[in-house]
């Protein structure tokens, strides 16, 4: 049977495949520090289709002369749970910023100061005077302002660049999950905030990416007219494996899985060219067969709670009203707001809280006034389990 990895894996080159052209594309955005250029981005894209995996290759191949941060919020504690503020969300950052400075050789200076700014950081205690001398930002003496805090943080990477223009071009910060963000009692704030530093900042780039569709509400508080950037911002659209891809990814990943030309096609289609899928899916296959679309529908249904593992263990974590909610919207297919809310027996500000909630965490789908689940996955797991055991899974 094949192992192939179902999260991501630390052997980064083994398992990564194509995405040649993404690459391309995202080194060309960050091709203008030199000239003191930088974009924002934003980079959306389903679950499990592999934005983190890809953006992970892409800062492993920057160049030596920049500099980047990667920050997964949903680490963050408590932000599963809802529970989040944006002071630990630049607690997070100032820490990964710091962290990624330990193998600059002329930055470790400041690398070492870490821990003990670390230290004041959580004792609430913003007294910088040490660092602030090496960095030259003005900072806050003792103080518990957020904003102060904020600065800092936001001041700090374009500030590094510029103390180091010999060495260091540009600073790529990645803010992973960032939909999460849509937790936070105002998004929009945090949002602003980050926009009126980088308009002054020309060597720092954000990337922004999380599983969110490119036209959900999070997406539109941040890029869309009204929004934060106002459109400003690169978006970029992370799409599944085409066909093609699909059928390469497979010749060179599993070639010790045979199909006939109707099994492959159907393989396709039950994955839709998630990796996330094709891997699951591939693990669950045996060698020594010739899989036809007959047989890849069978380890498809015999197989789906091994190759929908990802959708087990995040309904797992969901609430019963979220859970509820996704049960709803399996059977219906699409509802408007009024027809959801007639199906429930909560108040709408109740409903509202947990699509929010869904909608954050790239369940649910919210596209010309109507709710839905679009992951094929997830649906076909559960109507499954409905099938067969006459109820959804607890
Ligand atoms: N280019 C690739 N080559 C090979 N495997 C890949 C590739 N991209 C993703 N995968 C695999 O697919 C799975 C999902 O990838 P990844 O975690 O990057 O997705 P994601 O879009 O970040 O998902 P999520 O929204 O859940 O965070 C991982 O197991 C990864 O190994
Ligand atoms: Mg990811």
Request: with cysteine.
């Amino acid at each position: 049977m094949p192992n192939l990895p179902l999260g991501i894996p630390s052997d980064l080159d083994k398992y990564f495949f194509n995405r040649k052209k993404e690459l391309i594309q995202l080194n060309t955005f960050i091709s203008g520090f030199k000239q003191n250029v930088a974009n924002q981005i934003l980079i959306t894209g389903r679950r499990g289709v592999g934005k983190s995996f890809l953006l992970m290759k892409f800062r492993m191949e920057l160049p030596e002369n920049v500099l980047s941060t990667y920050l997964d919020l949903s680490k963050i504690h408590g932000m599963q749970k809802g529970k989040i503020t944006e002071e630990k969300v630049m607690h997070g950052l100032f820490e990964e910023m710091l962290g990624s400075l330990e193998n600059k050789d002329p930055l470790r200076k400041i690398y070492k100061l870490k821990d003990s700014l670390l230290k004041k950081l959580s004792a609430k205690n913003y007294d910088f005077k040490a660092a602030g001398n090496l960095l030259g930002i003005p900072i806050p003496q003792v103080d518990d302002d957020y904003e102060k805090l904020s600065s800092l943080v936001m001041e700090f990477p374009q500030k590094v660049v510029d103390d180091n223009r010999e060495n260091i071009d540009g600073f790529v910060i990645i803010l992973d999950e960032f939909q999460l963000i849509g937790e936070f009692e105002n998004p929009e704030a945090f949002f602003w905030l980050i926009r009126s530093y980088t308009q002054h900042q020309d060597n720092v780039t954000y990337i922004f990416t999380g599983s969110t569709s490119a036209t959900s509400e999070i997406v539109e508080k941040i890029n869309g007219a009204q929004g934060a950037f106002g459109g400003r911002m690169i978006q970029f659209p992370v799409e599944p494996f085409s066909e093609k891809d699909t059928y390469d990814y497979l010749k060179e990943m599993i070639s010790e899985i045979k199909f006939t030309p109707e099994g492959l096609k159907r393989f396709y289609r039950c994955t839709g060219g998630y990796p996330s899928y094709i891997n699951s899916f591939c693990n669950t296959m045996s060698e020594g067969r010739t899989y036809n679309s007959e047989m890849v529908i069978e380890t498809f249904y015999s197989k789906l709670d091994q190759i929908a593992i990802m959708w087990v263990s995040i309904w797992a974590t969901l609430s019963e009203y979220e859970k509820e909610i996704i049960e709803i919207l399996t059977e219906a297919e699409a509802l408007s707001w009024k027809e959801l809310l007639s199906k429930v027996d909560y108040s709408n500000k109740t409903l509202l809280k947990y699509t929010n909630r869904l909608k954050n965490k790239g369940i649910l789908s919210h596209t010309n006034k109507r709710y839905a689940i679009e992951d094929i996955m997830l649906r076909s797991w559960l109507k499954y389990r409905k099938e067969n055991d006459g109820y959804y899974p607890p």
